[in-house]
């Protein structure tokens, strides 16, 4: 008595169990008759009652009686089937809604019965050809977290089409978007990995008068974040450019002044003072070729955009390069997957380049490394959905504190005591100028990486995955 008293709260147990769920589960009897359901057939407008000894075809639209009898007969007679059918469940009302059912043969007792689950998919009214062919994700999850839907765009920012829960997920993004969902957040933004950024909002998912659960709008924001801190670097440079262009006269004609009394002073002089006015006119003529120089690059330049293979370019710049690397026995890693191109000038790219490893070579001592990676990234060009390719320079240097970062583009702005800082401006401003994106990555004493996003060349040869940025 104890056990059969056991077995009984177990059964009376599960059916609460079954019932608690949002899917539907019956059991048949080899004609097909509905044993037992569960309370998700109220989904469909059903009481269980109204269900039990009828024929399953009562709740199945159009052919899917037959379908589902014709799978019947092959579980019963030992074929191998697909587990899953797409099939039509007929509410009270009459209307359909699209149902996944999976099927088993199961022998209790002695006896053969067909269990059967039936998972609702749930549709927004919006033709699911509309919402595959927007940017923007969109996720239907329930209160359990299950995902009821999921378009096209969504499923490709979330690696699969596939995932039915948040469950699913690496645990930082499920937190966060159950944190987004359950707060009904408008606006938040998550750190994906992989340098990458999600725009995201959340709107309760009302059915009738009950909150089934929420619906996630989401975005890849990337690009939009880097070019927002482009766009601030551009300001920046604008507002100096104004006031270098301003105080152009100013210092341009006094210098050319004091260079012209120089030479007259250097016709009447002798010895160390002879000496000394030609180190002052050497000066003046430094100090007017930084001026010049200086100018050249925040006036606007004009770019020769082609498709240009990175391992050319890379191979010239390496040969400008190698007696620096020698010199400071300096090992140089290169990871360029043959083919991939940039649309960007040629001449451009290439001081783009030159800059960024004479100045990864600066900040390495004796023995270091630099790796230059290149591939398809995860950040795509607003405009037609195409990924960037990018350039990663790293190296294992001294690094930069943080918050010198926000400075390095600055013109004249250096750590170095022999730099005058025009450097890494230059590549600031001739990614610009080719349409690129430009980021800096580093930790003091581990090192810097300088990642360029460039738009992909034509006649790609390279047809590898996306790698890593």
């Known amino acids: 008595m104890e056990i059969t008293g056991i077995n009984r709260a177990c059964n009376v147990a599960i059916r609460e169990l079954l019932d608690l769920s949002g899917d539907i589960f019956f059991l048949l009897d080899t004609n097909l008759k509905v044993l037992y359901v569960n309370k998700g057939i109220e989904e469909a407008g059903y009481a269980p009652e109204e269900v039990v000894n009828k024929s399953i075809s009562k709740i199945l639209s159009g052919t899917g009686d037959m379908i589902l009898a014709n799978r019947a007969r092959q579980l019963l007679a030992g074929v191998e089937t697909p587990r899953n059918l797409n099939l039509l469940i007929?509410?009270?009302?009459?209307?359909?809604?699209p149902a996944r059912v999976s099927l088993e043969k199961r022998e209790i007792d002695g006896k053969t019965y067909l269990l059967g689950i039936?998972?609702?998919?749930?549709?927004?009214?919006?033709?699911?050809?509309?919402?595959?062919?927007?940017?923007?994700?969109?996720?239907?999850?329930?209160?359990?977290?299950?995902?009821?839907?999921?378009?096209?765009y969504a499923a490709r920012i979330l690696g699969s089409p596939d995932i039915d829960s948040l469950e699913k997920l690496p645990f930082n993004i499920r937190q966060q978007f159950w944190r987004i969902a359950t707060n009904n957040e408008k606006k938040a933004e998550i750190p994906m990995g992989e340098g990458r950024i999600l725009g995201i909002s959340s709107y309760p998912y009302i059915?009738?008068?009950?909150?089934?659960?929420?619906?996630?709008?989401?975005?890849?924001?990337?690009?939009?974040?880097l070019m927002e801190r482009a766009m601030a670097q551009v300001d920046r440079f604008s507002t100096l450019g104004t006031l270098a262009s301003g105080l152009a006269h100013e210092i341009k004609?006094?210098?050319a002044g004091m260079r012209l009394i120089a030479q007259g002073l250097e016709r009447e002089l002798q010895g160390k003072q002879l000496e000394s006015i030609k180190r002052m006119k050497r000066q003046i003529d430094r100090i007017d070729n930084l001026i010049k120089k200086f100018f050249s690059y925040v006036k606007p330049h004009l770019s020769n955009r082609v498709s240009c293979p990175i391992e050319d370019i890379l191979r010239e710049v390496e040969a400008l390069i190698e007696e620096n690397l020698k010199k400071k026995e300096i090992r140089l890693v290169k990871n360029i997957p043959s083919g991939l191109k940039v649309k960007v000038d040629p001449h451009h790219f290439q001081?783009?380049?030159?800059?960024?490893?004479?100045?990864?070579?600066?900040?390495?001592?004796?023995?270091?490394?630099?790796?230059?990676?290149?591939?398809?990234?995860?950040?795509?060009?607003s405009d037609n959905n195409l990924p960037y390719v990018f350039i990663s320079v790293k190296d294992n240097g001294v690094g930069i504190d943080?918050?010198?970062?926000?400075?390095?583009?600055?013109?004249?702005?250096?750590?170095k005591s022999e730099g005058i800082g025009l450097?890494?401006?230059?590549?600031?401003?001739?990614?610009?100028?080719?349409?690129?994106?430009i980021e800096v990555k580093s930790e003091?004493?581990?090192?810097?990486?300088?990642?360029?996003?460039?738009?992909q060349g034509k006649d790609e040869v390279f047809n590898g995955n996306r790698g890593v940025s």
């Open 90 to 97: 007929l509410r009270k009302n009459g209307e359909t809604i």
């Open 118 to 152: 039936a998972k609702i998919v749930r549709k927004l009214n919006i033709a699911d050809e509309i919402l595959d062919s927007i940017d923007t994700g969109v996720l239907l999850i329930d209160i359990r977290g299950s995902i009821l839907y999921m378009n096209k």
């Open 207 to 225: 059915e009738g008068s009950r909150n089934r659960g929420w619906i996630l709008l989401f975005k890849d924001i990337t690009e939009t974040k």
């Open 253 to 255: 004609n006094p210098l």
């Open 351 to 381: 001081q783009i380049l030159l800059n960024l490893l004479l100045n990864a070579i600066d900040a390495l001592d004796p023995g270091g490394t630099i790796e230059v990676r290149a591939g398809l990234s995860q950040i795509e060009q």
């Open 402 to 415: 943080e918050e010198e970062i926000d400075k390095i583009f600055y013109p004249f702005y250096t750590t």
């Open 423 to 437: 450097g890494l401006f230059i590549v600031h401003q001739l990614v610009k100028e080719n349409r690129g994106l």
């Open 444 to 455: 003091k004493n581990r090192g810097t990486e300088f990642i360029i996003y460039f738009e």
